[in-house]
């Protein structure tokens, strides 16, 4: 973390769980401990069918609501999606794209990720841009090389101006919802090697205030670790979001001067 130059952000991301009821409950429960935090910014991405009950619950704290996913196009013949206009009105902030569930199930391809990183910044929203490699690719040893493709791929043709409204997240596959977390160190040198990418494309001072997240079993017992690595800007988490006890503990981890 490095507040001095950049926001830092804990983000649930509840995937398909919580119908809003249950979401609601999840809500209530962690309002009182984290809804008032100073140091950092907490974002709950959830179901679309929630988000109204999200925006609600959350309207006299300071969490703010994010989606999971997005269309590109603003509106039109699309039965089943939603634009980010729609997410806009609806009191979104935050959008996730290219969470590797939906590279992998949905069809999900850099090129789509980048239409959406443009909808949602002309939209006026933030998008969450996540990118990683699988166990092989890391085997391999073109962790850096992918990344590379998928960042750029990300913010080709994006603005300079609009830049510092991203937040990227960095979540190697073999580390989601396998309790497999990795390294402070791994997590580090990737979420540097993404800063690197874009201080080389618009400069240092742009690179310094983007907020650059790690997801990937992130949970109370290894979140302080991760984000006491300075380019480490906060998480994305899965499994542990949806448990308030642990979402607290990683929001406390994080919330510090
Ligand atoms: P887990 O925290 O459950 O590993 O999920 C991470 C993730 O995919 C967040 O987007």
Redesign the pocket.
């Known amino acids: 973390m490095n507040r001095r130059y950049r926001k830092t952000i804990i983000a649930g ?1 509840w995937k398909m769980n919580m119908t809003a009821t249950e979401g609601k409950a999840l809500i209530e429960a962690i309002k009182p401990s984290i809804g008032k935090v100073k140091w950092c910014d907490v974002v709950v991405c959830v179901p679309a069918v929630d988000i109204p009950m999200a925006v609600r619950s959350t309207k006299d704290v300071r969490i703010t609501v994010g989606a999971e996913n997005v269309h590109y196009e603003d509106h039109g013949a699309f039965t089943g999606e939603i634009s980010a206009r729609m997410l806009k009105d609806a009191g979104v902030k935050y959008v996730i794209i290219g ?1 590797s569930e939906r590279r992998q199930y949905f069809g999900e391809t850099d090129t789509t990720v980048n239409k959406k990183v443009k909808a949602v910044l002309e939209a006026g929203l933030h998008p969450i841009v ?1 990118v990683g490699e699988s166990l092989e690719q890391r085997e391999m040893g073109i962790t850096k090389d992918l990344i590379s493709m998928q960042v750029r791929a990300a913010i080709s043709e994006v603005p300079a101006d609009k830049i510092r409204r991203m937040v990227f997240a960095y ?1 190697p596959i073999w ?3 396998t309790g497999k977390t990795a390294t402070a160190e791994q997590a580090n040198e990737v979420c540097e090697h993404i800063r690197t990418i874009i201080r080389k494309e618009f400069g240092a001072r742009t690179a310094r205030a983007v907020t650059i997240q790690y ?4 949970n109370a017992k290894n979140a302080a670790e991760l984000l006491a690595q300075p380019d480490v800007d906060g998480g ?5 979001s949806l448990k308030p006890d642990d979402f607290i503990a990683i929001v406390n981890a994080a919330n510090q001067e």
């Open positions: 991301n969470h996540c979540e580390a989601i919802g997801g990937g079993s992130m994305l988490i899965g499994g542990a």
